[in-house]
């Protein structure tokens, strides 16, 4: 079947897909395990009704996409959003599976969508709608079977309730079904920082390749959440300004440095950055472009394209935010030859990483410090980094298609091995 006749077709999942071809081009993958490798597996889609707390009863849509269950239980986050569409839960999930497989972590791919703006919920709506769903998706997921996460929109306490809900159903708690949980359910250490310092990690990492110093860098981030402030903070501590921070409300810029801490404790107690006055106010597309040494895009897909790409003004492109660069975008970027792109399934790999340690902590009911965790996630980052770079420099190709070349073979590889079903 065409892709344009698929359920999932979108621009998001033709630009997953577009990326995938390029990688399997170079694996000289067959048309057969090219379809099989590239489509998702199984999908969910469900509706919920959950009692507001005015009385009202609202129908809620959300859905499960696990992309890939050949090398592992599906891995990925549940995002909450009022856009959330099924072709994009389904290229994140496809992200999640070379993510996953590029990492070396005994999973496949998955990702879920509840299309909510979880902002205009109290937190009692939050709570049942979050227990409804894990509900609707219990048959599917387990931690044998599917593992989910946190995503944009959801956060420990929303984990905490799915992994409560799904305990009760079972009848014991069960704390590996589900990665991103507070310290006290069976949380990891360094879980809530692990996405963002992994960003971190890998833009010193690369920084330090091009001989560029930390009081040399300037850092713009768009997406001032989870990923994004942690990724400020771990940045910040090595020496570099980070001048220019966004969330959905606008942006704002300081050429002399934000104050980080000024900056959370403002988004803690008003919601959102609006009216910081920390800085000068500017739009998220005018952030984008600002002069700096490392760009990092930390909110959602699809924010560098071809009408801004040629106006970057970053050496480094670190894509903290899954599929921030459109296909079409890429090619100008590759074009220019002046902007290193850190590709999201590399560079934001820590998140699922210290998720994996989380659930085998649970698995093992045997806990590790922060150390243990950041010194196990180091060295997983520097074995990625290592192949990535060895692949570009191998097939010509971009630190992108190298990714997901080393992602991409090894799920075909277990398909072609396992036979059809899988
Ligand atoms: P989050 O909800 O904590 O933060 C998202 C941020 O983006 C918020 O500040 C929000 O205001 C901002 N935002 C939303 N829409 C925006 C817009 N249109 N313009 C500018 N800013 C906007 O989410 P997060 O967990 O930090 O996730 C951010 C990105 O990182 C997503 O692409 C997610 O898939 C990816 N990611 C997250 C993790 C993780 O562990 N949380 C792991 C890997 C990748």
Redesign the pocket.
Known sequence: MALNQSIYHSPVFQQACNQFDAAADILGMDAGLRERTKRPRRCVVVSMPVRMDDGRIEIFEGYRVQHNLSTGPAKG?I?FHHEVTLGEVAA?AMWMSWKCSLAGLPYGGGKGGVIVDPRKLSKTELERLSRRYMQEILPFIGPNVDIP?????TDAQVMAWMMDTYSNHKGFYDPGVIT?KPISLGGSLGRKE??GEGVAWFVKAYLQDFGIKPEQTKVVI???????SEAALALYDWGAEVIGI???TGGIHNPKGIDLKAALDYVQKNK?LQGFPGGDALT?EQLMELPCTVLIP????R?ITEKNAAKLQCRILAE???GPTTYEADQIIRQRGDIHIIPDVLC?SG??IVSYFEWLQNLQNYYWTKGEVFDKLYRMLAKAKASVDETAKKYKCSHRTAALVLGIARVSEAKAQRGLFP
């Open positions: 986050g995002r994140l996460a946190p995503d944009v929109g991103g692990a996405t768009q997406g001032f959440g989870n990923v994004g966004s969330d959905y959102n998220n930390a909110a959602l897909e924010v903290g935010a899954n934001n998140g699922v």
